[in-house]
């Protein structure tokens, strides 16, 4: 069984920074691609970002140039820095992996439970 464990989500001012953190454990044989989505009130899930297993990252425009994703491979763990954060930032973060549980098994895509970013004053 995998699981995606988010932590880091809180509260924070406009301008400031934040960074949210996800762990993918349980029976995995490989990660390929990890990332962030996020999902604001009332609006459709949207990419924030992606990072494949060699480091080739894809943002989305709006927040290119104020976060950045990193993953530990070692760790199975992906991370999100978000810098000059702004009321719009404001949403459930989800954490994505797509991994093989196995060696046999064709690679899914796994979701996290979420973690609550609000940037506010």
């Known amino acids: 069984q995998v699981q995606l464990v988010e932590s880091g989500g809180g509260l924070v001012q406009p301008g400031g920074s934040l960074r949210v953190s996800c762990a993918a454990s349980?029976?995995?044989?490989?990660?390929?691609?990890m990332g962030w989505y996020r999902q604001a009130p009332g609006k459709q899930r949207q990419l924030v970002a992606t990072i494949t297993s060699g480091g080739n990252t894809n943002y989305a425009d709006s927040v290119k140039g104020r976060f950045t994703i990193s993953r530990d491979n070692a760790k199975n763990t992906v991370y999100l820095q978000m810098n000059s954060l702004r009321p719009e930032d404001t949403a459930v973060y989800y954490c994505?992996?797509?991994?093989?549980?196995?060696?046999?098994?064709?690679?899914?895509?796994?979701w996290g439970q979420g973690t609550q970013v609000t940037v506010s004053s």
């Open positions: 349980g029976s995995i044989f490989s990660i390929d691609v």
């Open positions: 994505t992996a797509v991994l093989a549980p196995s060696r046999t098994a064709s690679p899914m895509l796994y």
